[in-house]
């Protein structure tokens, strides 16, 4: 089993829809989570970090799931420049030999007018 | 600088030349990383640094592949006799420092293109 897992999509919606994504991981002992964005052929971005609790910033609302595993994304009245590649950041905080942060391969979203 | 800092943005070389990329970090922010991305691919991660020291280089795809840090600031990542197969765009990322809540700056990349 992959350590970071997502559908790598593409989801195609129409604007104004809401969209969820999943990401899956495999370490029980990973501390932190993130959703990074990366718009076409630009680097990626810090979008928001996961908490326990859930947290929500404007139109876009972090779940974490401890017991699944899983951490989700959902993004509500989706706009035209929310089309990009949502990439799922999982902290396992023993400083293996990628250091902390394992990137899963991202879930490509498109919304279209 | 405010960010992270990559140069050349693009590198066009010839099959077996070598070829130097350089990072930037954001000022006091001990942690760098290499990674690749190939057109419509996911990132791989290559090697980090904390400070100057890389804890684990296996990610480095070969061994033509060789990174430095010094100064706890510039890398630099040299590719040796570049293949075709290593045509990509190479992303550098720094944060404050290794741990549970770490964050990553990436800069724009270099895009590689080996002929």
């Known amino acids: 089993r992959k350590e970071v897992e997502q559908d790598p999509g593409p989801f195609n919606v129409p604007e104004g829809a809401t969209v969820a994504f999943n990401c899956t991981y495999s370490?029980?002992?990973?501390?932190?989570f993130f959703w990074y964005r990366q718009d076409c052929r630009k680097e990626p971005k810090l979008l928001m970090s996961?908490?326990?609790s859930g947290n929500e910033d404007g139109r876009f609302t972090a779940q974490l799931n401890r017991a699944s595993q899983y951490i989700s994304l959902l993004i509500r009245d989706s706009k035209l420049s929310d089309s990009a590649t949502y990439l799922c950041?999982?902290?396992?905080?023993?400083?293996?030999?990628?250091?902390?942060?394992?990137f899963g391969k991202g879930t490509k979203l498109s919304v279209k007018p | 600088g405010a960010g992270v800092s990559q140069s050349p943005s693009n590198k066009v070389t010839e099959k077996g030349k070598d070829v130097e990329l350089r990072c930037d970090p954001i000022s006091g922010h001990t942690a760098l990383y290499w990674y690749r991305q190939r057109l419509g691919q996911g990132l791989e991660f290559l090697i980090y640094?904390?400070?100057?020291?890389?804890?684990?280089k296996s990610g480095l795809p070969s061994d033509r592949f060789s990174a430095e840090r010094t100064g706890e600031s510039v890398s630099t990542l040299t590719i040796q006799r570049t293949q075709q197969e290593d045509s990509a765009v190479y992303l550098c990322?720094?944060?404050?420092?290794?741990?549970?809540?770490?964050?990553?700056?990436f800069g724009s990349g270099t895009q590689l293109s080996v002929l």
């Open positions: 950041v999982v902290n396992t905080d023993y400083g293996g030999s990628q250091g902390n942060l394992i």
């Open positions: 370490n029980s002992a990973s501390q932190s």
């Open positions: 640094f904390q400070g100057n020291s890389a804890p684990d």
């Open positions: 990322a720094s944060s404050l420092e290794v741990g549970y809540n770490e964050k990553l700056f």
């Open positions: 996961v908490y326990s």
